[in-house]
């Protein structure tokens, strides 16, 4: 009997450094699979009938903040060595969303650390085009998978000095500014700080609870030379992406989150801009300033607060 286990024992060790000959390295003590495996958790159906309440209101996340670092955070791909880590390469949400959801990019392990990346129409999510006067309208411009605007979805209005071509002096002409659409870097990106959020809250009589539904998301960002406000996806369209994207967890490694996780739980701190109202599209920054506006977004909150406390008995 000694003698099996010992040979088993001996057995398993040459496994081990047969496979880390060939380049399979473990980076860590275990394997991290679970968020590769992961399905999307299917949420309760809502019926009109049992909807006592409801207000749309539109939020801004502050990527930058604290709370919100793990939506922003790596700027810069993380990968991982090996066939036996099966875990994804780590990236923010920009990326997450506009590389693989938006331009359809897919990465996989070649060799220990090489990555090869490979686009194609048919890995492609829904995406609506941004008009900034109809922020309520979300929906209104879908953009077609094989439309080539969605490869420079994120530039903007900037300028470029070029030779003035009436320049008295050909050998040392005057510079003109001339405007031109430039594209956002990918080690720039970090300008998107900024998550708009539209989502519906709802007090179901069914399940006697106060709930919410994320509608839509659009990252926001200034350069030095203008605005850079691109898009808008439908989160249900992205949840199977991110069901199987992990982020990082400062306070225990062995428990990611997904950022699926961190919208359905609520893991993010944001302020409102917005509800629903008879304007349609109105902005709360449109008739209140400084810190008139933070309160009228902390009545909004307040008042849906409110309106579950009271519809119990006590």
């Known amino acids: 009997m000694k003698r099996l286990v010992s040979f088993s024992v001996l ?3 040459m496994l081990t450094l047969a496979n880390t000959s060939f380049g399979q390295v473990l980076d860590g003590a275990f394997a991290r699979e679970t968020t590769v495996k992961r399905n999307v958790v299917p949420l309760p159906y809502i019926r009109e ?3 006592m309440y409801s207000k749309k209101i539109l939020r801004i996340l502050e990527l930058k903040e604290k709370q919100n670092l793990p939506l922003y955070y790596p700027q810069t791909r993380m990968t991982y060595p090996g ?3 099966p875990q994804r390469s780590r990236v923010n949400l920009l990326y997450l969303v506009y590389d693989i959801g938006i331009k359809g990019k897919t990465f996989y392990k070649a060799t220990g650390q090489e990555i090869e990346d490979n686009e194609s129409t048919d890995n492609r999510y829904p995406v609506f085009k941004l008009d900034a006067g109809d922020i309520t309208n979300w929906w209104r411009t879908p953009i077609e ?9 994120l530039s903007y209005e900037g300028t470029i000095k070029i030779a003035d071509p009436y320049s008295d002096d050909p050998d040392n002409p005057d510079y003109i500014e001339v405007a031109q659409k430039m594209e956002l870097e990918e080690s720039d990106r970090g300008v998107m700080d900024e998550l708009w959020v539209w989502e519906e809250w709802f007090f ?3 399940r006697s609870v106060m709930d919410v539904r994320i509608m839509a998301m659009s990252f926001d960002g200034y350069t030095s030379e203008g605005r850079v406000w691109p898009f808008w996806i439908a ?7 991110f069901a199987t994207h992990e982020t990082f967890n400062s306070h225990n490694e062995a428990e990611h989150r997904t950022f699926d996780d961190i919208f359905l739980q609520r893991r993010f701190s944001s302020f409102i801009v917005a509800e629903t109202n008879n304007y349609d599209n109105r902005l709360i920054s449109d008739y209140l300033i400084g810190i008139e506006a933070i309160r009228e977004g902390e009545r909004i909150q307040n008042e849906m607060f409110l309106k579950e406390h009271d519809m119990w008995e006590y």
């Open 145 to 153: 998978k094989d439309d080539p605007s969605r490869d420079s979805l």
């Open 11 to 13: 057995l398993a060790l």
């Open 83 to 85: 066939e036996l880590q």
């Open 235 to 241: 989160y249900n369209d992205y949840r199977p992406l």
């Open 204 to 206: 179901d009589k069914q």
């Open 49 to 51: 009938a049992d909807a």
